[in-house]
T-cell receptor, first 113, second 114 residues
Framework: GDSVTQMEGPVTLSEEAFLTINCTYTATGYPSLFWYVQYPGEGLQLLLKATKADDKGSNKGFEATYRKETTSFHLEKGSVQVSDSAVYFCALMGSRSQGNLIFGKGTKLSVKP | DAGVTQSPTHLIKTRGQQVTLRCSPKSGHDTVSWYQQALGQGPQFIFQYYEEEERQRGNFPDRFSGHQFPNYSSELNVNALLLGDSALYLC?????????????FGPGTRLTVT
């Protein structure tokens, strides 16, 4: 079945460091790909998405490119802030799905001042 | 505009009991999905409701059931609770379903089974 694998955390960075969180997927057809963020005590929020190969999703300085050849959707940010500290989830929605999301296990990011 | 709301926030139950969790979708949304998030794991899809019917279901036993009301709000019921049912239960709403329609998540209900 469809699945998502993302890098284990936690990840600890200093403010203004470069962030990469790796995400790879297994799916039939052409899934849509998402990154969600979960701040402490809150529900998940959509950060960005890409619905077809080579699409780049971007939001709040975060970017991810849908790479079909490597089945990847790595999250990047050039300069992280303390306020970016949260848990990040990579997710996919299968091409035949009616809307259920399949999530990775999440990566906790802590940014130190 | 209120987002997705869930009640209660926290709940403690004993093995074998039954529990009902509630969700009110964001205004204008007609589709509700439920997810279970165990500690340290990503959310897992339980089921989705649209037009008061279960549209699709994940790999969860029949002990998990749900309902959607005419006002689009939804309930998740779990019977014969097991220790392994302890988790954060997330409700997500959207207008219709599919990748083009963003799912908005509520803050969740933390269920502890003792």
């Amino acid at each position: 079945g469809d699945s998502v694998t993302q890098m284990e955390g936690p990840v600890t960075l200093s403010e203004e460091a470069f962030l990469t969180i790796n995400c790879t997927y297994t799916a039939t057809g052409y899934p849509s790909l998402f990154w969600y963020v979960q701040y402490p005590g809150e529900g998940l929020q959509l950060l960005l998405k890409a619905t077809k190969a080579d699409d780049k999703g971007s939001n709040k300085g975060f970017e991810a490119t849908y790479r079909k050849e490597t089945t990847s959707f790595h999250l990047e940010k050039g300069s992280v802030q303390v306020s970016d500290s949260a848990v990040y989830f990579c997710a996919l929605m299968g091409s035949r799905s009616q809307g259920n999301l399949i999530f990775g296990k999440g990566t906790k990011l802590s940014v130190k001042p | 505009d209120a987002g997705v709301t869930q009640s209660p926030t926290h709940l403690i139950k004993t093995r074998g009991q039954q529990v009902t969790l509630r969700c009110s979708p964001k205004s204008g949304h007609d589709t509700v999905s439920w997810y279970q998030q165990a500690l340290g794991q990503g959310p897992q899809f339980i089921f989705q409701y649209y037009e008061e019917e279960e549209r699709q279901r994940g790999n969860f036993p029949d002990r998990f059931s749900g309902h959607q009301f005419p006002n689009y709000s939804s309930e998740l019921n779990v019977n014969a609770l097991l220790l392994g049912d302890s988790a954060l239960y997330l409700c997500a709403s959207s207008y219709r379903s599919g990748a083009s329609y963003e799912q908005y998540f509520g803050p969740g209900t933390r269920l502890t089974v003792t």
